[in-house]
């Protein structure tokens, strides 16, 4: 079995500061430490998975196709450092238009990940930046969840992973 890191994307890789929902390229700034961070897991063996609610969608504010060019300048920007996500998963609903599955904090995108992928969740953590992200962790069985401040380097903790 493989094992993974789950990573939430607004608050933790990328900054969310001044904005409500971050759908737009120009938008998107890369955490201090996310390159560090990163490579230290990946060069650890662990899977790289992205997990994150995009609920803009659901009410209208944007599209699948502003999330799929955000991610994919995330993929560009990883890929130049020689870093590079296992998956994406995001849920692109909310509870006041549609209940789903998916939506931390369910573990919905957890849960089909570590089947897609054939993870160990007693092998495997999150980090994320709310209580709905440690939730979502917790109930799919991950070994442990961090909780970081929002927009805050996540490298200490990815050194403490690559040790367990």
Same mark, same amino acid.
């Given at each position: 079995?493989?094992?993974?890191?789950?990573?939430?994307?607004?608050?933790? %890789?990328?900054? +969310?500061? &001044?904005?409500?929902? /971050?759908?737009?390229?120009?938008?998107?700034? *890369?955490? =201090? !430490?996310? $390159?560090?961070?990163?490579? %230290?897991?990946? +060069?650890? &063996?662990?899977?790289? /998975?992205?997990?994150?609610?995009?609920?803009? *969608?659901? =009410? !209208?504010? $944007?599209?699948?196709?502003?999330?799929?060019?955000?991610?994919?300048?995330?993929?560009?920007?990883?890929?130049?450092?020689?870093?590079?996500?296992?998956?994406?998963?995001?849920?692109?609903?909310?509870?006041?238009?549609?209940?789903?599955?998916?939506?931390?904090?369910?573990?919905?995108?957890?849960?089909?990940?570590?089947?897609?992928?054939?993870?160990?969740?007693?092998?495997?953590?999150?980090?994320?930046?709310?209580?709905?992200?440690?939730?979502?962790?917790?109930?799919?069985?991950?070994?442990?969840?961090?909780?970081?401040?929002?927009?805050?380097?996540?490298?200490?903790?990815?050194?403490?992973?690559?040790?367990?």
């Amino acid at each position: 079995m493989n094992k993974a890191v789950f990573i939430d994307r607004d608050g933790v %890789i990328n900054n +969310d500061t &001044g904005h409500y929902y /971050i759908y737009k390229v120009d938008d998107f700034r *890369i955490n =201090k !430490g996310i $390159y560090e961070g990163l490579k %230290i897991l990946s +060069d650890a &063996g662990f899977k790289l /998975i992205l997990v994150t609610n995009q609920a803009g *969608i659901a =009410k !209208g504010e $944007y599209t699948h196709e502003d999330v799929f060019k955000v991610h994919s300048y995330l993929k560009d920007e990883l890929k130049r450092h020689n870093i590079y996500l296992t998956d994406i998963f995001y849920c692109p609903h909310h509870d006041s238009v549609s209940v789903c599955n998916c939506r931390k904090p369910k573990p919905g995108m957890i849960l089909e990940a570590l089947k897609k992928y054939d993870i160990d969740p007693s092998q495997s953590f999150l980090i994320g930046d709310s209580l709905r992200d440690i939730e979502a962790g917790n109930s799919a069985g991950l070994k442990q969840c961090f909780k970081i401040d929002s927009n805050s380097s996540i490298v200490n903790i990815c050194r403490q992973i690559s040790k367990m």
